[in-house]
């Protein structure tokens, strides 16, 4: 499908989805560009936006139903266009099935509670026709007694992809590798395994290039990426140094130029006026693997120093620390 391409990795933007933009308005002149320039660059899968109950509105992309994102379509020959469903938050009547002229992929994504429960809810996705992809939120939360099982579970559903996520940008590359290595020794082959990383302790790039270097060469592979590390907090793996450590080391052909070209129509203007990246608070989130709403809130309700905001995350045990409970943060 992918004719200029390296065959087994796909990049994946997700820029669309990931913007810090509230209700995620980007304008309707805006997601068509930014997808035509994706598209242009040779961006293997588009992640276009959500799927949500909400109602929809007008030059979002958080969308209602499949019908609403078809206009910004092309249908590029060698693009996969896909949405995220965040389980419990969207209700499957809205669901229209499969017919080529909108999304062919779905990504869930789900919380550690509702591990028992999303297949069921996969299955009826895939029934629909589509694509499907599984990924935790937070895979370092589970055991690998827990993600074994769970493999087990996902290699009798057959999903196309299954992406290892860390939700709060705490892993450094050897326990990246060792969940990224343990899944590969388990999963089915024909299941393509992904990687989507976060950028609190500037590692995302890093991880994601070693995750290309080192699983590219067993199976097909799926990494996450946004323009100019687009995204809510610290940000994510930049598409642009993926795209261009692909060409370089890996015999891609990626038109780096559309994409760049798309950071300075698009992505720069809205650097302006919303700000993500890496940042003290963030980083603090990344070193204790803490949800960064603790952090934001310490923030903004007190003036304190960083090694004092350290002291009382450190303070959670490992499950506080990814919640986000006021009332103990306060308390502490």
């Given at each position: 499908m992918r004719?200029?391409?390296?065959?087994?990795?796909?990049?994946?933007d997700?820029?669309?989805r990931e913007?810090?933009?509230?209700n995620?308005?980007?304008?309707?002149?805006?997601?068509?560009?930014?997808?035509?320039?994706?598209?242009?660059?040779?961006?293997d899968?588009i992640?276009v936006?959500?799927?949500?109950?909400?109602?929809y509105?007008?030059?979002?992309?958080?969308?209602?139903?499949?019908?609403q994102?078809?206009?910004?379509?092309?249908?590029?020959r060698?693009?996969?266009y896909?949405?995220l469903?965040?389980y419990?938050?969207?209700?499957?009547?809205?669901?229209?099935?499969?017919?080529?002229?909108?999304i062919d992929g779905?990504?869930?994504?789900?919380k550690?509670?509702?591990?028992?429960?999303?297949?069921?809810f996969?299955?009826?996705?895939?029934?629909?026709?589509?694509?499907?992809?599984?990924?935790?939120?937070?895979?370092?939360a589970?055991?690998?007694?827990?993600?074994?099982?769970?493999?087990?579970?996902?290699?009798?559903?057959?999903?196309?992809?299954y992406?290892?996520?860390?939700?709060?940008?705490?892993?450094?590359?050897?326990e990246?590798?060792?969940?990224a290595?343990m899944?590969?020794?388990?999963?089915?082959?024909?299941i393509?395994?992904?990687?989507?990383?976060?950028?609190?302790?500037?590692?995302?790039?890093a991880?994601a290039?070693?995750?290309i270097?080192?699983?590219?060469v067993?199976?097909?592979?799926i990494?996450?990426s946004?323009?100019?590390?687009?995204?809510?907090?610290?940000?994510?793996?930049?598409?642009?140094?993926?795209?261009?450590?692909?060409?370089?080391?890996?015999?891609?052909?990626?038109?780096?130029?559309?994409?760049?070209?798309?950071?300075?129509?698009?992505i720069?203007?809205?650097?302006?006026?919303?700000?993500?990246?890496?940042?003290?608070?963030?980083?603090?989130?990344?070193?204790?693997?803490?949800?960064?709403?603790?952090?934001?809130h310490?923030?903004k309700?007190?003036?304190?120093?960083?090694?004092?905001?350290r002291?009382?995350?450190?303070?959670?045990?490992e499950?506080?620390?990814?919640k986000y409970?006021?009332?103990l943060?306060?308390?502490?």
């Open positions: 004719e200029n391409n390296v065959n087994n990795i796909s990049v994946l997700c820029t669309l913007a810090p933009i509230e995620l308005m980007w304008g309707k002149n805006s997601v068509s560009r930014i997808i035509q320039g994706l598209e242009n660059a040779l961006t899968i992640e936006g959500f799927l949500k109950n909400n109602e509105a007008d030059g979002s992309t958080s969308f209602q139903n499949v019908e994102i078809r206009p910004y379509l092309r249908k590029k060698g693009t996969d896909v949405a469903i965040d419990g938050r969207y209700d499957l009547s809205n669901l229209s099935p499969y017919d080529g002229t909108s779905i990504r869930i994504c789900f550690k509670s509702e591990v028992n429960d999303v297949l069921e996969a299955e009826e996705i895939k029934n629909k026709g589509y694509k499907v992809c599984i990924q935790h939120v937070d895979t370092s589970y055991s690998k007694d827990e993600i074994l099982k769970f493999i087990e579970h996902i290699n009798r559903f057959r999903p196309y992809a992406s290892i996520v860390d939700t709060f940008g705490a892993m450094y590359e050897d990246m590798l060792n969940i290595h899944v590969d020794n388990n999963l089915d082959k024909k393509r395994l992904g990687f989507h990383g976060h950028n609190n302790i500037m590692l995302a790039d991880n290039q070693c995750f270097r080192e699983l590219s067993k199976r097909n592979i990494v996450d946004s323009l100019l590390g687009c995204g809510r907090g610290a940000g994510n793996a930049h598409t642009e140094l993926i795209l261009q450590y692909i060409n370089r080391k890996h015999g891609g052909s990626y038109d780096l130029n559309e994409a760049l070209d798309v950071i300075d129509e698009e720069s203007k809205l650097q302006d006026k919303i700000k993500w990246g890496y940042s003290m608070p963030y980083f603090i989130s990344g070193m204790h693997n803490s949800h960064t709403f603790n952090v934001k310490l923030l309700r007190h003036n304190i120093r960083s090694k004092d905001l002291n009382i995350i450190e303070k959670l045990n499950e506080e620390k990814k409970d006021y009332t943060l306060e308390r502490i």
